[in-house]
């Protein structure tokens, strides 16, 4: 008896037994012969709905943008009753065919997918997010995050995508939770120069403030909002746009505080050069080189950066019990000798300096014999400007 093989069968037949086969089984009898392939092609990419969206993800994974040209040669139909899981690989694949043969099979395609311009891939953004704009998208749908995304990243030559999703609706006035408008979130992530140039450039608040007071320009210097990451090309653009340096935020601190606070002494120059207010004060009256000079602080660099700037040495603060302190208090109550050294420094040199403008004070007295300055104390006791006697009427140093 002569052996029957499988294409000796009926067509109809080999047709249905194949349809029995999984998918893999299938590909590998495809790719035995030419008959094979003639034959069983169309039952290897008509997939059952149920499994569309599972071969359409396989294939945009595997970048087997062929098997979904095939998909929606056989399946066109059933691909469009799962339209928007099509769509969202061919954009996420950057395959301008796949979505112009998408779009043009289903022209009311955009309008009811939800955000898929957020999964538009890198490859080929521009034109795929230009194809969507025009067949009428719904720019309502996207969140802070997605507006955020979709507005970033761009290249020069490309800024026209993200002025057309402006132009046509794309909310760029949102803010998120902790009331971060878009300039909170791109100085935060530290996205490029150009990115936050353009946001500024579509009219965003550059002086906007968060559910903490803070404006873009604070988020750009405080470590707690942008991580270790040093930031001068961010804060020297946002100065030049227009940000202010005198808004405080919910705490009464100023950019220049917050500069101070977390020892940034470029930002410190930054905002002095841009006139920030030297002696603004908290609610508590500090003012920034008081809070540099805080005990606690390790601000050396921050000090001297307020004294060049031409802060005054001699603003005091009125403690609970109506005791005035000025930061040279603070520089000598330092327990470590070499960081109080230096401080004291500084502060009686700026002291000096300013002289006869500031007159002596008794603090002054005890820091010239901290630093051995033997000339300025002998001036002093001749002055009879300074108080050296305690409250029992002894002398003492």
């Not at 035995?32 to 003639?38: E, F, G, I, Q, V």
């Not at 408008?181 to 550059?206: Q, S």
């Not at 559910?211 to 020297?236: C, N, Q, W």
Request: with cysteine.
């Amino acid at each position: 008896m002569t052996p029957r093989h499988l294409f000796t069968l009926p067509v109809e037949l080999v047709i249905e037994i194949a349809q029995y086969l999984s998918s893999p089984s299938v590909s590998a009898l495809v790719r035995t012969c030419h008959r094979a392939y003639d034959l069983l092609n169309q039952v290897l990419y008509s997939v059952p709905v149920k499994r569309l969206s599972g071969v359409l993800a396989w294939a945009n994974c595997a970048e087997k943008q062929r098997t979904m040209h095939h998909l929606l040669d056989h399946n066109l139909i059933s691909v469009l009753e799962v339209k928007h899981h099509a769509l969202w690989y061919a954009c996420s694949a950057g395959s301008v065919e796949i979505v112009t043969r998408l779009l043009d099979s289903a022209p009311d395609l955009p309008g009811d997918c939800g955000p898929i311009l957020s999964c538009v891939a890198g490859v080929n953004r521009k034109q795929i997010i230009m194809m969507l704009l025009s067949a009428g998208t719904d720019l309502a749908r996207y969140d802070f995050g997605q507006v955020g995304e979709l507005l970033s990243g761009w290249a020069p030559e490309d800024l026209e995508a993200p002025r057309a999703l402006v132009r046509h609706g794309l909310d760029i006035h949102l803010v998120d939770s902790d009331g971060d408008n878009l300039l909170h979130r791109a100085v935060k992530k530290n996205l490029p120069i150009a990115d936050i140039a353009f946001l500024l450039d579509e009219g965003l608040d550059i002086n906007h403030r968060n559910g903490l007071g803070r404006t873009p320009l604070v988020a750009a210097i405080a470590i707690e909002d942008s991580a270790l990451t040093e930031k001068p090309d961010i804060v020297e653009l946002l100065l030049q746009r227009g940000a202010r340096t005198g808004l405080p935020d919910n705490r009464s601190w100023y950019p220049l505080h917050q500069a101070v606070f977390d020892a940034k002494t470029w930002a410190v120059r930054l905002l002095a050069q841009y006139g920030a207010d030297l002696e603004a004060r908290t609610s508590y009256g500090e003012t920034p080189l008081y809070m540099a000079c805080s005990v606690y602080s390790q601000c050396e660099k921050v000090i001297k950066a307020l004294l060049d700037a031409g802060t005054s040495p001699a603003a005091h603060v009125t403690g609970r019990r109506g005791e005035k302190r000025t930061p040279m208090h603070l520089a000598l109550a330092k327990r470590d000798p070499i960081r109080r050294g230096i401080r004291v420094r500084y502060l009686f040199d700026a002291w000096m300096a300013m002289s006869p403008a500031l007159p002596p004070a008794d603090v002054v007295f005890v820091a010239a014999a901290a630093l051995g300055e033997v000339g300025v104390l002998q001036k002093l006791l001749v002055s009879k400007t300074v108080n050296i006697e305690g409250a029992d009427g002894e002398q003492r140093l």
